[in-house]
């Protein structure tokens, strides 16, 4: 049995990473180890968080789950605070989450300061960000220097570490699938409780909006003809961390107001299970990705997918078996999207998906991680 600390956030912080490492620890308990969890009492000043609110609003704390509120991001007098307490507890690792450069000061002085006593691992989601900004190369290469070894989700993250570090003390292992948000219930009640249309075809784009995971070019791929003519219809289910006019300028250019169901709102957790069972394809039109949280949610809940062919997406969904792999391309988008509902694709691809994702269970992700532990210098 180890004693061990996620150092990322946790509820009342929302979000993937936030639910992420709630499931991790859980994990990591049921196993017979001692988790816990330091979560950020401030994880991003206001002026710098560009959705409508950090905390989740609805639900309750996970149960049976220790999380240490602490972290103050932009205080450096706390960052030795909470590295005395990390000592102090004589954990046998930590594990830090990282995805933004944001965090290497903080994360970066913590682990240098106990790395002496503990080993330190980080998670990392992102190495180089999708959104570049000033002080971004030397934030993650001070962070990368206080850690021992890394596990990627990715293989291009994973390769990506390279490029700050020559350590061999990393590992990969697939994103595991969210277990968090409730079981599955039929088509017919989420469509219900969603007050959408029993009979559609529905795509469903899940998650915050941002520039980068590709909604444009999505709703520019539902403008083709023939996916009009069979009336399939796109449901947007996700908070606008950008400008939202724009995407409803695409609306008006090409007639879409019949074919977009635009649910524009942080989806809450007890919400999540709904817009997924309610759903025929999910789609993640990335331009570019790492991994993916709404990969392994869609992998769940059994449901087919179309990615691009972008980071890890294309690692995780088997083209022409659990969906499709695409080019970016609005004409290459809107032919699989044809094939998949012409040619009755669903229930075939559901029951390959039904198989596939028995690859992306808890079990494994933790031996790697442990496995990393041991071997890491």
Same mark, same amino acid.
């Given at each position: 049995m180890?004693?061990?600390f996620?150092?990322?956030?946790?509820?009342?912080?929302?979000?993937?990473?936030?639910?992420?490492?709630?499931?991790?620890?859980?994990?990591?308990?049921k196993?017979?180890?001692?988790?816990?969890?330091?979560?950020y009492?401030?994880?991003?000043?206001?002026?710098?968080?560009?959705?409508?609110?950090?905390?989740?609003?609805?639900?309750?704390?996970?149960?049976?789950?220790?999380?240490?509120?602490?972290?103050?991001?932009?205080?450096?007098?706390?960052?030795?605070?909470?590295?005395?307490?990390?000592?102090?507890?004589?954990?046998?690792?930590?594990?830090?989450?990282?995805?933004?450069?944001?965090?290497?000061p903080?994360?970066?002085?913590?682990?240098?300061?106990?790395?002496?006593?503990?080993?330190?691992?980080? @998670?990392? #989601?992102? $190495? !180089?960000?999708?959104? =570049?900004?000033?002080?971004d190369?030397p934030?993650?290469?001070y +962070?990368?220097? %206080?850690?021992?070894?890394?596990?990627?989700m990715?293989?291009?993250?994973?390769?990506d570490?390279?490029?700050?570090?020559?350590?061999?003390?990393?590992?990969?292992?697939?994103?595991?699938?969210?277990?968090?948000?409730?079981?599955?219930?039929?088509?017919?009640?989420?469509?219900?409780?969603?007050?959408?249309?029993?009979?559609?075809?529905?795509?469903?784009?899940?998650?915050?909006?941002?520039?980068?995971?590709?909604?444009?070019?999505?709703?520019e791929?539902?403008?083709?003809?023939?996916?009009?003519?069979?009336?399939?219809?796109?449901?947007?289910?996700?908070?606008?961390?950008?400008?939202?006019?724009?995407?409803?300028?695409?609306?008006?250019?090409?007639? @879409?107001? #019949?074919? $977009? !169901?635009?649910h524009? =709102?942080?989806?809450?957790?007890?919400?999540?299970?709904?817009? +997924?069972?309610? %759903?025929?394809?999910?789609?993640?039109?990335?331009?570019?990705?790492?991994n993916?949280?709404?990969?392994?949610?869609?992998?769940?809940?059994?449901k087919?997918?179309?990615?691009?062919?972008?980071g890890?997406?294309?690692?995780?969904?088997?083209?022409?078996?659990?969906?499709?792999?695409?080019?970016?391309s609005?004409?290459?988008?809107?032919?699989?999207?044809?094939?998949?509902?012409?040619?009755?694709?669903?229930?075939?691809?559901?029951?390959?998906?039904?198989?596939?994702?028995?690859?992306?269970?808890?079990?494994?992700?933790?031996?790697?991680?442990?496995?990393?532990?041991?071997?890491?210098?």
């Amino acid at each position: 049995m180890s004693k061990i600390f996620i150092i990322g956030p946790a509820y009342p912080l929302r979000g993937g990473p936030a639910q992420f490492n709630e499931n991790l620890c859980a994990e990591l308990i049921k196993e017979g180890h001692d988790a816990q969890i330091i979560s950020y009492s401030l994880q991003y000043p206001n002026f710098l968080f560009p959705g409508s609110s950090q905390f989740e609003t609805s639900g309750k704390a996970p149960a049976g789950i220790k999380i240490h509120t602490l972290i103050n991001t932009v205080n450096p007098f706390n960052w030795f605070k909470v590295a005395r307490f990390i000592k102090k507890e004589k954990p046998d690792f930590i594990l830090f989450r990282y995805w933004l450069p944001f965090f290497g000061p903080a994360l970066g002085t913590i682990g240098r300061f106990v790395k002496s006593k503990t080993k330190v691992l980080a @998670l990392t #989601d992102n $190495i !180089i960000p999708h959104e =570049k900004r000033f002080g971004d190369k030397p934030f993650t290469n001070y +962070f990368v220097n %206080s850690c021992h070894g890394f596990i990627a989700m990715s293989k291009t993250v994973l390769n990506d570490i390279s490029k700050f570090s020559n350590t061999k003390n990393k590992a990969y292992s697939p994103h595991p699938m969210y277990e968090t948000y409730g079981s599955a219930v039929s088509m017919e009640e989420a469509r219900k409780k969603l007050n959408l249309n029993a009979n559609d075809k529905i795509i469903l784009f899940f998650g915050l909006i941002r520039h980068y995971k590709g909604l444009d070019i999505l709703m520019e791929a539902m403008a083709d003809s023939e996916i009009k003519k069979q009336n399939i219809k796109l449901l947007i289910a996700g908070e606008f961390y950008e400008d939202k006019q724009p995407y409803l300028d695409l609306v008006q250019k090409h007639n @879409l107001q #019949d074919h $977009i !169901i635009l649910h524009d =709102k942080f989806i809450a957790n007890n919400e999540v299970r709904y817009y +997924f069972c309610a %759903s025929n394809l999910v789609a993640q039109t990335y331009r570019n990705a790492t991994n993916s949280g709404v990969t392994m949610v869609g992998y769940f809940y059994e449901k087919p997918m179309v990615v691009t062919n972008v980071g890890g997406l294309a690692e995780i969904v088997p083209d022409n078996k659990c969906g499709y792999v695409v080019e970016t391309s609005v004409p290459k988008i809107s032919e699989k999207i044809i094939e998949y509902f012409s040619q009755n694709k669903e229930n075939e691809f559901t029951n390959n998906v039904r198989v596939e994702k028995k690859k992306y269970e808890w079990t494994e992700f933790i031996r790697v991680l442990l496995e990393l532990y041991k071997t890491s210098k």
